[in-house]
Each structure stands twice: as C-alpha cells, then as structure tokens.
C-alpha cells in the first residue's frame, strides 16, 4: 500500500470513528466575555501553543476557533486577549496539564463547573472589568477532547452553539466527508 492510500485510509477511519462514536465535545464556558454566542469555523492552533507571547500565526487563526493550551505562566484573561488580538472568532482552552476531570472539577484555582452549568464559569473569581475587553467566547476542554479535536481539524467544521448553558462542541463533517459515506 502507498503512502498515499494509507492516508486515505488513516483519513477514512477517522472519519467513520466522528460519525460513529462521538462527534461532540464537553466543555465549561468563561464566567465573563459574550453572554451568548454561536460560531462555527474551522480549527487553528495558536502558536506560541500556551500563548505566552503575542500569536505569531495570525493568518492562520483569523476568523477561526483557535486552540490555546493551559499553562505557560500565563493568566486565562491574557491568553484569551492574545488569541482575540490575533483575530480568532473563540479561543478553546486545553487543560493541558490534566488538572480537570471528567465533572470539570479543575482543582482549588479554578474550582468546579456546578452542575446547573449556567452559574458558575472558569475564571469566576476574576474581576468582571478585567474581561470588559473580551469580545470572543472562550471555553475550557480536557486534554483528550483536544487530541480529538486535532486529529478532527481539518475533517469538518466545529460548533459553538448558543452560549452559556450548551456546553458541547460539536463537529459537523465537510461537504467531502458526508459523500464519502
């Protein structure tokens, strides 16, 4: 088999494993920024990865929902104002460290996502005026939810439906992708 007709097939079973298992994602929405939101796009990944630093691949992450990982030394807030400086339509934050659970309870900094998904979101102990500036949703997945995403990437488009309380990123598969099948 070439390597070409691997990919194909690499390509094929992922395909077959979004539409078979699990095409949606949880997540746990930012207390502060939109208050409702639906956007749907393609995936980027920020690079600086952690944001750290000003995005240096803004053509890549403009009008995208771009990916940005925990961690780094660098506060939620400044992570989400890089990625929206950078011109992304949503940040998604990974839990790179594997610091949140399958409930999102994300340690005593973060706390807990509450059940009633609609009180509490990360970063809820910040001041609201220090997000007055945010103008994009910004969401927080674990770790192997952005293995999925990633491998997803360039498969589909992704979802964020109406905001605060929806909770689930959900993968729609290209034009291709669904004649295919």
Same mark, same amino acid.
């Given at each position: 088999m070439t390597e070409d007709e691997k990919n194909k097939e690499r390509r094929k079973s992922l395909e077959k494993e979004m539409v078979c298992k699990r095409s949606f994602i949880d997540s746990w929405d930012a207390h502060h920024g939109p208050v409702k939101y639906h956007v749907d796009g393609r995936l980027a990944i920020a690079v600086p990865n952690d944001a750290r630093e000003a995005i240096i691949n803004g053509h890549q992450v403009k009008d995208r929902l771009t990916l940005v990982y925990r961690g780094g030394g660098v506060t939620l807030l400044e992570k989400v104002l890089r990625v929206q400086e950078a011109g992304a339509s949503a940040v998604i934050i990974v839990d790179e460290e594997d610091g949140c659970d399958e409930n999102f309870y994300c340690g005593p900094f973060l706390g807990q996502r509450p059940a009633d998904r609609l009180s509490l979101g990360f970063a809820h102990q910040d001041l609201a005026s220090s997000w007055r500036s945010v103008? &994009?949703? #910004? &969401? @927080? &997945? $674990? $770790?192997?939810? #952005? @293995?999925k995403l990633t491998r997803w990437e360039n498969l589909g488009t992704i979802t964020l439906p109406e905001g605060k309380g929806e909770h689930r990123i959900i993968w729609q598969p290209s034009e291709r992708a669904r004649r295919r099948r």
């Open positions: 103008r &994009i949703p #910004a &969401i @927080l &997945i $674990r $770790r192997e939810d #952005a @293995l």
